[in-house]
């Protein structure tokens, strides 16, 4: 994908904000402070485009990010972790819930995990949760860069197992924001969603 363009449309804070184009929309979701905006920059070659912070829980609005003029990254809220308010998380679940209900234009939700760890019983009910929406998934595994070959490899394989009772066919991308080693691989598979 050749980016020629990249602008920060507009913040939702409730769907009666969403943009009024027939755009296709990719989402980003993932726990707070597994590297979304970070992946985000990544695949859009900016450094700042989307904040990123050493304190979970920054993106509280759904971030809507036009690509080329035709087509839309959504940063979504983080789960999980952010120290705020219960009732403040409420409302993130509500905004993200009604979005993934309403807009007409979403093609698929990329969920981010950190390839480090196995998949927290958080990203599980994610993954169900778009499951039954029927929202397509794209799998990625964060901060490879982290990790050794090896071990790099023994944790696809064990988070992909993870996957799998869910999405039989599921794989993980490994994808790094430092080296951005799995970009173009990442990039194929948003392609096809769109």
Not at 30 to 50: C, F, M, Q, W
């Amino acid at each position: 994908m050749k980016i020629q363009s990249v602008k920060f449309e507009k913040s939702v804070a409730h769907v009666s904000q969403l943009p009024k184009t027939k755009l296709p929309e990719i989402a980003f979701a993932g726990r707070s402070n597994v590297g979304k905006s970070s992946l985000i920059n990544g695949l859009l070659n900016r450094k700042h485009l989307a904040k990123t912070s050493s304190t979970p829980g920054k993106t509280r609005l759904l971030n809507f990010f036009l690509i080329n003029e035709s087509f839309y990254f959504v940063d979504l809220p983080g789960y999980g972790f952010a120290s705020v308010p219960p009732a403040e998380k409420e409302k993130w679940q509500q905004l993200v819930e009604s979005y993934f209900k309403v807009s007409q234009t979403l093609r698929g939700v990329i969920i981010i995990t950190d390839i480090r760890h196995p998949l927290s019983k958080l990203d599980i009910e994610m993954i169900e949760w778009i499951k039954n929406l029927g929202i397509p998934p794209l799998f990625i595994g964060s901060k490879a860069d982290k990790l050794s070959g090896n071990q790099l490899t023994q944790q696809l394989t064990e988070n992909t197992q993870q996957l799998q009772p869910i999405y039989p066919t599921a794989e993980l991308l490994p994808f790094s924001a430092i080296t951005h080693a799995g970009r173009k691989e990442v990039w194929q598979k948003i392609n096809n969603l769109l």
